[in-house]
């Protein structure tokens, strides 16, 4: 069986390894000439964690990673403690694989090297134009007119997926009014002790920041959401330091010591899209964000699509028929991610409460927590307890 991959981001890569490991032969084409990029990190449960330990991925994923001890969930106001849910250890023994924090680029490349082992081709610079589809296979046609034929086709090209343009047509992705920040701060910028080992969420009125470690504690990732509007979407847009110092002047300590320590922060708008009813066509399906977009506000846009990844492979493996395989991958998919795409959204108006709002929500969910006998650590079990094929 032949696979092509549009789109070498996480979703992708994983992807072609998780159908190379099961046999396909894979090809990837990835518009960028290069990849990684400067300032991102990633959080992932371990509802992904677990896929790329199934593919023999985890000692190096733990050597480029950060363990937090709990994920933490703060009021910008007074600093007090909302809400905590111990991970580490606890999370491991709970869920059964690791919560880890990496960079995207550090996670995007042993991805990578791990897809060029496994014998898949990796084309870097190859913009795909479109796919044209017949009952016996599907050929997809890069911009410089190079044709390709394979039996399936998978668009895990992003939010903005030409993919799905061109299967269902609709429309550009919504701007949600909300801006990130980005980047990554090596550690010896900060005072030694400032930053805890946790995931650390502070929320605020209209805007919340986002704090953990990754590439073993050498560096801190942020991300501080702010309403506004302004609609560049991008990896690498660079931003002003002095703004978004700014943004969160008269915030906690660490807040602050984060931002003046950030010389080159990113800038990226946060887009969304309505769950689509289904997301296949005959020997062409879609992976990642261009099948369900995700707000970062669950930490859970990567860790769909390397779920996506071990479910496709699943169903493709024993597949007599393509098209049926992909349907049924689609089906297994839509619920879940639907799921996950409105709890992101959820999040995104418990981060930005006022104040005396923000306090009644976390009250709620305290005690509601305090009836269960695992506590807040229950209310994840959907999420992270998921174990993908
Ligand atoms: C602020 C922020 C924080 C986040 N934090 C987390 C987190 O902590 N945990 C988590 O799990 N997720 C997080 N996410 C979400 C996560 O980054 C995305 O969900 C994930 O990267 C999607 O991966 P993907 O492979 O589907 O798409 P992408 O990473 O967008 O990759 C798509 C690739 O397709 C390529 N491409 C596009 N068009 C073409 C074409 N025509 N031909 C060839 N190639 C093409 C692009 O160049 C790109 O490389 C966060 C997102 C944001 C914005």
């Known amino acids: 069986m032949r696979a092509i991959l549009i789109g070498g981001g996480i979703g992708g890569l994983a992807a072609a390894l998780a159908l190379a490991r099961r046999g396909v032969s894979v090809t990837v084409l990835e518009r960028s000439p290069v990849l990684g990029e400067a300032g991102a990190g990633l959080q992932l449960g371990p509802n992904a964690t677990r896929v790329l330990f199934d593919l023999g991925l985890g000692e190096t994923l733990v050597a480029k990673a950060f363990a937090p001890e709990a994920a933490e969930i703060r009021a910008a106001t007074d600093q007090r403690l909302l809400l905590r849910n111990a991970l580490g250890t606890t999370a491991e023994a709970r869920w059964g694989a690791p919560y880890l924090q990496l960079h995207r680029a550090d996670l995007q490349a042993l991805l990578h090297d791990a897809v060029l082992a496994a014998g898949c081709a990796v084309r870097l610079g ?3 134009l479109r796919i044209e589809q017949d009952t016996d296979r599907v050929r997809v046609i890069l911009s410089d007119g190079t044709a390709l034929e ?7 090209d992003g939010v903005r997926s ?6 269902f047509g609709d429309g550009a992705p919504r701007f ?3 801006v990130a920040w980005r980047g990554v701060v090596p550690i010896d910028r900060l005072a030694p002790g400032m930053v805890p080992p946790v995931a650390a969420v502070w929320a605020g009125r209209g805007r919340h920041f986002v704090h953990y470690y990754v590439r073993g504690g050498q560096a801190v990732n942020f991300v501080g959401v702010v309403e506004r509007d302004w609609r560049e979407e991008s990896w690498t847009e660079p931003g002003d330091p002095a703004e978004l110092q700014a943004d969160f002047a008269g915030w906690p300590p660490v807040v602050r010591a984060i931002c003046a320590a950030a010389t080159t922060p990113f800038r990226w708008a946060l887009f969304d899209r309505p769950p689509l009813p289904a997301w296949t066509k005959g020997r062409v399906t879609l992976l990642g964000d261009a099948a369900h977009p ?10 769909m699509a390397i779920e996506d990844a071990a479910v496709l492979s699943h169903r493709l493996e024993a597949a007599a028929d393509v098209p049926q395989a992909l349907k049924a991958y ?37 005690v509601a927590d305090s009836l269960h006998p ?5 209310r994840f079990d959907w999420l ?3 174990k993908a094929p």
């Open 294 to 303: 995700m707000l970062p506000f669950l930490a859970q846009g990567a860790a």
């Open 384 to 386: 992270y307890g998921y």
């Open 126 to 128: 190859a913009s795909v």
């Open 150 to 156: 394979a039996d399936l086709a998978v668009g895990a």
């Open 374 to 378: 695992a506590g807040t650590a229950a």
């Open 330 to 366: 689609e089906q297994d998919r839509l619920a879940r991610t639907r799921r996950v795409q409105a709890a992101s959204r959820f999040n995104a108006r418990l981060f930005h409460l006022p104040p005396v709002l923000e306090r009644a929500a976390f009250l709620a969910a305290g």
């Open 176 to 178: 949600t009014g909300q």
């Open 162 to 167: 030409g993919v799905r343009q061109a299967l």
